[in-house]
């Protein structure tokens, strides 16, 4: 198996039907490294998964399987679980660890406090990359000038 392949027991969100309704069980790394592959994830939970889950009911993302989790996999989680919400699902997650509930905590107040999780993924144009350059290189230009000013 290649390093592009992979099995449906390693796939990062593994949705299952519960007496109760929808489960997600969140597996493996949610790390910088694999954004991709978690926003094709995320992308790929379809109507016909959420169906196992009536509107108005609670999806639970099982944390348990969630083996290490960094910022942007706490963004990406946010996205999931704000695309959940939007939708008409009560969201609670299950068994995440100490570390990985703070982490996710701190980041998704942080983002609601934004009003903005991790942006949605699309391809930025020429335009949008000279303007954020321009306005990264006006910042540093004014702030070495304050360095300088006498």
Do not use: K, N
Not at 26 to 52: F, K, M, N, Q, S
Not at 66 to 84: I, S
């Amino acid at each position: 198996m290649t390093d592009h392949e992979h099995t449906p027991s390693d796939e990062p969100i593994q949705p299952r039907a519960d007496p109760a309704g929808l489960v997600l069980a969140i597996r493996g790394c949610w790390e910088l490294a694999a954004a991709r592959r978690l926003e094709a994830a995320v992308a790929g939970i379809t109507p016909d998964t959420l169906a196992l889950a009536p509107p108005g009911s609670a999806v639970r993302l099982e944390l348990s399987a969630l083996e290490a989790l960094d910022t942007v996999g706490a963004l990406v989680l946010d996205r999931l679980r704000r695309g959940l919400v939007d939708q008409g699902y009560g969201v609670r997650l299950v068994g995440p660890s100490v570390a990985h509930a703070a982490l996710l905590e701190a980041v998704w107040r942080g983002a609601a406090e934004a009003g903005r999780g991790l942006p949605s993924p699309r391809r930025r144009s020429l335009l949008d990359l000279v303007r954020r350059v321009g306005q990264h290189w006006s910042q540093a230009v004014d702030a070495a000038l304050e360095m300088v000013a006498f």
